[in-house]
T-cell receptor, first 112, second 115 residues
Framework: SQQGEEDPQALSIQEGENATMNCSYK?????LQWYRQNSGRGLVHLIL?????REKHSGRLRVTLDTSKKSSSLLITASRAADTASYFC????????????FGTGTRLKVLA | ETGVTQSPTHLIKTRGQQVTLRCSSQ?????VSWYQQALGQGPQFIFQ???????GRGNFPPRFSGLQFPNYSSELNVNALELDDSALYLC??????????????FGPGTRLTVT
């Protein structure tokens, strides 16, 4: 079963607008990562945020993490048509196997 | 490009058959994880191999098995295929180390269709 839930399930915006997607998870984590997936292909690693970090930036991406609420958000600024994809959060537990628990994903469509 | 490759790209099998999927990990990585992704869902962890031994398993039956070779490449074997096994199978490689910095890099996946 999947630990994470992402919200919204689908998002459609105009090129140039910002896109925000949220991820909630259930157990304590070591780190949280965001991935992008184009058309059912492999996952592309976007950004990793550690449990002791609150915010991280990478280019047009901004990720926040609130461990007290067990939630994270991914903001894509000035979106482009090429950002159209599914976005997943994945969490790594504090101990045990280095396995990632994925959320259900947000399908983002950026209209040109 | 992550340097993780998978073969084949697509595969069609009949219910009851057996299938082997292959993965070559990124150079320098010693850990391989396999995930199953059903249509419209997030990936689900099948199992992980570290230095040729299974290092953790998700909620999958024993007919899902794997191997890791000395060069850290890996195989996923599925016996007695069922229709519900139709999915995208993803391989991810990583270098075991500090948990807080641990990252996985995914291959392009193998699309398995069971008819």
């Amino acid at each position: 079963s999947q630990q994470g839930e992402e919200d919204p399930q689908a998002l459609s915006i105009q090129e140039g607008e910002n896109a925000t997607m949220n991820c909630s998870y259930k157990t304590s984590i070591n780190n949280l990562q965001w991935y992008r997936q184009n058309s059912g292909r492999g996952l592309v690693h976007l950004i990793l945020i550690r449990s002791n970090e609150r915010e991280k930036h990478s280019g047009r991406l901004r990720v926040t993490l609130d461990t007290s609420k067990k939630s994270s958000s991914l903001l894509i600024t000035a979106s482009r048509a090429a950002d159209t994809a599914s976005y997943f959060c994945a969490t790594l537990a504090l101990s045990g196997t280095y396995k990632y628990i994925f959320g259900t994903g947000t399908r983002l469509k950026v209209l040109a | 490009e992550t340097g993780v490759t998978q073969s084949p790209t697509h595969l069609i099998k009949t219910r009851g058959q057996q299938v082997t999927l292959r993965c070559s990990s990124q150079s320098g990585h010693n850990t391989v994880s396999w995930y199953q992704q059903a249509l419209g869902q997030g990936p689900q962890f099948i199992f992980q191999y570290y230095r040729e031994e299974e290092n953790g398993r998700g909620n999958f039956p024993p007919r899902f098995s794997g191997l890791q070779f000395p060069n850290y490449s890996s195989e996923l074997n599925v016996n007695a295929l069922e229709l519900d096994d139709s999915a995208l199978y993803l391989c991810a490689s990583s270098q075991s180390g500090t948990r807080s910095s641990h990252e996985q890099y995914f291959g392009p996946g193998t699309r398995l269709t069971v008819t």
